[in-house]
């Protein structure tokens, strides 16, 4: 390689075009394109994610978690013999299927103000309600966790672009990013505890980029406390003998689940299996389930609409068993999952937060059930992705169209589902897809040339020892 000396009014352009196209970035995708579909969309299929922005900023919530999580808390005190889920999911047909740990984060929220919380969707105590309060702090760290990221990654990938006079400017566009990320602002709007998990997992992934492993197993387990197939992340780290993640997250599914054990019974966790076999049986038709259960089902709707219900989510009504429904799906699960567990991260991935990424979504999609908010995890990922992929053209361009199909809530597709062309309901399961691809062939890429823009012998010197060290200092 010919040597050149470093360039700082290079480095600056470099800098400020990143800062610069994000800015554009938002302003196109948030602004333009939510713009034309109101205008190109006849009522009712003018909802835009800027709606759900909006009311997020007016704490307006609704009681999706909270309201079925409510009921099952009130069953499991008043009625502790009876078994939980046989009573509230299979009987009272209410959704509530979270493990008995997840009645936690219900019974905290009691404790600090009862009177305040909105367990229905006209919710007429005092405002704002706590639910809406936490889920503001949660969104917050999000956007947090997503901005220093960032950082971290241009950092340690891209130094000649990590510029800091330009990191509040770039802080400024994270924010209004995280604002108009239809799966984060959507879980808040229907007040969805994926608020919490989507602020965890971001900062899992920031700990773990900036080296703090222990800290990362500790948040991720407390997410496997609420959504059990997350604990598959425990097992990838066993794989990878990433000991200090796996110690803490296990420790803190081991404390949380003899907790519930103690609080609810062992016969309550038995009843929760019969759940997690029916849902995996059966999935849901409705359309926010962006998974490869949701688009068959909604392809077999067409045949049979009242049986698979595509527009709406009938209470107690889920679609019937299909086998060849069941069977692939459990067999584009288990390549999911197979594919992230068992495929060893390159020179390109030392510190390994490809593959976490990988892992985590992975895990998302794999769900039979994967509601739109619950993608809101993709929001850091694509921070990290965009650090690896400046000056790639190729790269961004799959990168953003990606993330426009996942960030943009598009009603009018529903207008396609009573044909075969109802495919286009799961624009988000696409980006979703498009996201791992990329994910995928980062991780398997060969190590990093040195950042274009002229660097000398120094600067790659530089750049070889941020590499080998955390993104952040710790």
């Known amino acids: 390689m010919s040597e050149m000396p470093f360039d700082p009014q290079q480095a600056s352009k470099a800098s400020s075009t990143l800062t610069w196209g994000l800015l554009a970035f938002l302003c196109l995708n948030a602004f333009a394109l939510n713009g034309l579909l109101w205008i190109a969309s006849p009522e009712p299929y003018k909802d835009t994610v800027l709606r759900q922005s909006w009311n997020l900023l007016k704490g307006v919530s609704g009681d999706d978690s909270w309201g079925a999580m409510d009921v099952a808390l009130d069953s ?14 299979f009987t009272e047909q209410f959704r509530f299927q979270y493990p008995p740990s997840a009645m936690f984060a219900l019974a905290a929220m009691r404790a600090v103000a009862p009177e305040r919380i909105q367990i229905n969707d006209v919710y007429d105590g005092p405002w704002p309600a706590i639910n809406a309060s936490v889920g503001w702090v949660f969104i917050a760290l999000t956007a947090l966790s997503v901005a220093l990221l960032l950082e971290a990654t241009l950092r340690h990938t891209q130094p ?6 330009l990191m509040v400017l770039r802080a400024a566009v994270v924010i209004g990013l995280t604002l108009t990320f239809y799966p984060a602002v959507k879980a808040f ?6 608020v919490w998990i989507n602020a965890l997992f971001a900062l899992g992934l920031l700990a773990w980029a900036t080296g703090w492993k222990a800290s990362s197993g500790m948040l991720i387990g407390t997410i496997a406390l609420i959504k059990p197939h997350y604990g598959l992340i425990l ?17 803190i599914i081991g404390v949380g689940l003899a907790a519930a054990v103690a609080m609810f019974g062992v016969a309550n966790h038995v009843d929760y ?4 076999s029916f849902l995996s049986q059966h999935g849901e038709a409705y359309f926010p389930n962006q998974s490869v259960n949701g688009l068959l089902n909604r392809l077999m709707s067409i045949a049979d609409p009242q049986l698979f219900v595509s527009l709406d989510l009938p209470a107690g009504k889920f679609p019937p068993f299909t086998p060849w429904i069941y069977g692939v799906t459990l067999i584009s699960s288990m390549a999911l999952l197979i594919a992230a567990l068992l495929r060893r991260r390159g020179a390109s991935d030392r510190d390994g937060v490809i593959d976490f990424s990988i892992i985590a979504l992975s895990c998302t999609m794999a769900s039979p059930i994967a ?4 993608y ?11 650090a690896g992929a400046i000056g790639d053209r190729s790269r961004l361009a799959w990168l953003a169209a990606s993330y426009v199909l996942v960030s943009t809530f598009v009603p009018v597709t529903n207008l396609l589902a009573a044909n075969v062309l109802n495919i286009f309901q799961s624009l988000l399961f696409a980006g979703a897809i498009i996201l791992l691809v990329l994910l995928h062939r980062r991780l398997g890429a060969a190590a990093p040339e040195s950042p274009a823009g002229g660097l000398g012998r120094g600067d ?15």
């Open 76 to 89: 499991a005190v008043d009625t502790p013999d009876v078994p939980l889920y046989t009573k509230v999911f």
């Open 160 to 165: 000649h672009v990590h510029r800091q006079p």
């Open 189 to 194: 709007t229907l007040g969805q505890i994926q």
């Open 235 to 251: 097992l990838w780290a066993g794989l990878r003998r990433e000991w200090r993640f796996a110690t803490a997250c296990a420790a």
């Open 273 to 276: 299996l019969r759940v997690l």
């Open 371 to 374: 509601w739109e908010h619950h």
């Open 376 to 386: 809101g995890i993709t929001l850091p990922i694509y921070a990290v992705l965009l």
């Open 460 to 474: 790659e010197k530089s750049i070889t020892e941020a590499r080998r060290q955390p993104a952040f200092s710790t």
